[in-house]
């Protein structure tokens, strides 16, 4: 079984990744093509599903061709809440629009005002935000409503991908999960959440598991990607509760964090729920296997957002730059607190209304200052996730942490400071891609369990809370958290002002 290899195809926000790995969990090849992120108006977030497909075929052409040997199959991860609206021969009548998108935040808060919307919640497992498929497909037959009426089929980008390798229009109960219109409880569409939407199931693609086989692909895509046409093909599973596969954090207890251009906390459970109050999601990973948790809108970009407004002769690569200017700051900024809500924010409020701020802003504070209490604030948005998932009942005994911000010292410290706990990273396993290769494995039967990956996963580092440096983030956390609650006002007003004033402008770069 150790020659067997198996493709882990990771479809991102900002590009696709194939790795192959073996059954002892090494990777033997991998490849990534990048895509553009499309803001045409504030607040809108596209992608071109057919860029996204050819990105797919040629990391899987590349990546075959490097292999010395057969694959024994393709299993796939996916970013999670996308939707595009197909037509009856499969063609995209409209962008991919992404979890970043808000323009559905006036749709997303009538319904979570509604009196049915925490039930909604706690009935589909994701929270009532615009940046569910849900929310945006109200938005859609309210805004385009002929446009709406032309769609045969709303899918996810993953589902997208696999019509066109395949033929098979199918979603897996992991990215259904996260759309909120599928009952977790009965892995079934939700018909209220089907009502609201103003859909019919027969629009949606055909539930199964994240286990589910394919039989192969087709002509057209085994010519293209140079992969034998009765290649078994794993539907996988969402990006979310895959990275806990590839970091080995399946048993209850380990929670997996990351942060990349997002980040989020989840810890795997073994049955669907959530919380009375709303404050975390809850996401399929197999039959048995669930994520809780929360993710937040604002990680990396925080980083890239302070070298293009606060240090822009930096340049492009300015990542090391930053991280060193922020190293000269004290823990806690000196008294600096930043809210990251640059791209609104989901957990655990789950609300498109907020907005970035710096509170606390004196004469002495400088560029150092902002650039380290924005890391702060980002790691501070984690510690209340981290508290949600605790307040729904969970055991948090261990953390494992990835993600682009792993490469600096400084924001791991501040990371296990901020959580007030031992952060473990995992050595060298890209996670999405990893856990959906183990996915496909545990599918076309070459290892017994995805339990194996506990024992895969080895931890390079693990950064411990400086003492006196938690102390004080425990002491700032209530403040910081007090922040949105007394902004929220200030919030609702600009959102009500935003048409009289003059437009919000637009990014000088994509997400990373």
């Not at 899987?60 to 040997?69: C, F, N, Q, S, Y």
């Not at 004469?363 to 996730?385: D, I, M, P, S």
């Not at 959580?419 to 039967?445: D, I, N, W, Y």
Request: proline share 8%; net charge negative.
């Amino acid at each position: 079984m150790s020659g067997s290899v198996v493709l882990g195809v990771d479809i991102g926000t900002t590009s696709t990744k194939v790795v192959a790995y073996d059954t002892e969990g090494e990777q033997l090849a991998h490849h990534a093509v990048g895509y553009p992120l499309d803001e045409p108006h504030p607040g809108w977030a596209e992608q071109d599903p057919p860029t996204i497909f050819d990105a797919v075929v040629e990391c899987l052409r590349t990546v075959a061709g490097e292999l010395p040997g057969p694959v024994a199959g393709l299993s796939f991860s996916t970013a999670m809440h996308s939707l595009i609206g197909l037509d009856a021969d499969g063609v995209p009548l409209t962008p991919s629009v992404i979890w970043a998108d808000s323009r559905s935040s006036a749709q997303a808060e009538r319904l979570r005002a509604a009196p049915s919307g925490l039930a909604l919640h706690r009935r589909t497992g994701t929270p009532v935000h615009p940046m569910a498929p849900l929310p945006k497909l109200v938005w859609y037959s309210e805004q385009e409503p002929q446009l709406f009426a032309q769609v045969t089929h709303w899918v996810g980008i993953k589902d997208y991908v696999l019509l066109r390798l395949t033929g098979a229009l199918v979603t897996d109960h992991s990215v259904a999960s996260a759309t909120g219109l599928m009952d977790i409880h009965q892995l079934a569409w939700d018909a209220e959440a089907l009502g609201i939407a103003g859909i019919v199931d027969e629009q949606l693609p055909e539930l199964v598991s994240t286990t589910t086989v394919l039989p192969g692909l087709t002509a057209g895509a085994a010519a293209a990607t140079g992969l034998p046409a009765d290649t078994p093909v794993v539907v996988g599973a969402g990006d979310g509760p895959l990275a806990n596969l590839g970091l080995g954090a399946v048993k209850p207890g380990v929670v997996a964090c990351s942060i990349g251009t997002s980040g989020a906390m989840r810890v795997a459970v073994e049955r669907p729920a959530v919380d009375p109050l709303g404050g975390v999601f809850c996401y399929a990973l197999t039959a048995d296997r669930w994520v809780v948790g929360g993710a937040i809108n604002n990680g990396g970009i925080v980083l890239q957002w302070t070298g293009d407004a606060l240090a822009p002769e930096l340049g492009e690569d300015s990542e090391e730059k930053l991280l060193a200017l922020a190293e000269r700051a004290p823990v806690g900024s000196g008294g600096l607190i930043m809210l990251p809500y640059l791209l609104s924010e989901r957990a655990p409020h789950w609300s498109a209304l907020p907005r970035g701020a710096y509170v606390g802003l004196t004469h002495g504070h400088r560029r150092e200052h902002l650039v380290r209490a924005a890391l702060e604030g980002v790691c501070q948005q984690l510690a209340l996730v981290l508290a949600s998932v605790r307040a729904a009942g969970n055991e948090v005994r261990e953390i494992r942490a990835s993600g682009g911000f792993a490469r600096s010292p400084l924001w791991r410290q501040i990371l296990a400071d901020a959580l007030g706990m031992p952060v473990r990273f995992p050595a060298g396993h890209e996670g999405s891609s990893f856990g959906a290769a183990l996915l496909g494995m545990q599918a076309l039967g070459l290892i017994p369990s995805i339990e194996v990956a506990a024992d895969l996963v080895d931890i390079d580092e693990t950064v411990h809370p400086d003492p006196a440096a938690a102390a004080t983030y425990a002491a700032l956390l209530p403040l910081f958290s007090e922040l949105y609650d007394a902004l929220v006002p200030t919030f609702a007003s600009l959102r009500r002002l935003a048409p009289s004033l003059p437009p919000e402008p637009s990014p000088t770069a994509a997400p990373m």
